[in-house]
């Protein structure tokens, strides 16, 4: 009998693990994104799809802060979140990036770069960790700041009008993704030095 309760605890752990409130909040990131991406195409005026696709946007993104802080203060990390919550981020900028791209708000080459560094330093930090050379890749405060500055850039594109009457945020939205973009570049630079030594001693 003891046998066969043990598959079950697994099981019971497992499911607890992966659907803990942090890792719910986790998931809330992924399911949005068919949710912003068909606002665009609900009958509705322009500026209304604008506006609740940017108040979505930003609900959910918040998330990304909030599932880290229950899964501290509630003792609930867990390896799966740790993989998760990056997953989730990235997946939900790339589709907004993609709307944005569809709606002409930005050029696709930006778009092209910030999901190309996305998928090449995660692969990165993948090979690194099974090397055993994950701290060589760890985040670094320049990629800490093209994130903000590109989740900045993001709202303000999808909203596209007059902020409080007199913040464009097609100008402000466009500038920040520019200078998101050379942040990409450039902290993609620093991760693949820091990581070159490795690559070097494993390819002789």
């Known amino acids: ?72 203060r509630l003792n609930q990390t867990s390896a799966f979140g740790a993989f998760l919550d990056p997953v989730a981020d990235k997946i939900l900028v790339c589709a907004a990036l993609l709307v944005l791209v569809d709606q002409h708000r930005i050029h696709v080459l ?33 990629g800490k700041f093209k994130t903000a500055t590109q989740m900045t850039a993001i709202p303000f594109l999808l909203f596209d009008g007059r902020l409080f009457g007199f913040i464009d945020t097609r100008i402000w939205g466009t500038a920040l993704i520019v200078v998101a973009t050379v942040l990409t570049i450039w902290s993609m630079v620093y991760y693949l030095q820091r990581a070159l030594p490795e690559i070097r001693s494993k390819a002789r």
């Open 1 to 72: 009998m003891a046998m066969l309760a043990a598959p079950a605890w697994s099981s019971c752990t497992m499911v607890a693990m992966f659907f803990t409130l942090p890792t719910l909040l986790t998931w809330t990131r992924i399911v949005a994104i068919p949710l912003i991406v068909g606002v665009f195409y609900l009958p509705l005026d322009g500026a209304t799809r604008n506006l609740v696709a940017t108040v979505m946007f930003v609900g959910f993104a918040a998330t990304d802060w909030l599932d880290g802080w229950l899964a501290r």
């Open 110 to 142: 930006l778009a092209l770069v910030i999901i190309g560094r996305e998928i090449a330093i995660s692969s990165l930090r993948e090979w690194m960790a099974q090397i055993g050379a994950s701290r060589s890749v760890a985040v670094h405060m320049l």
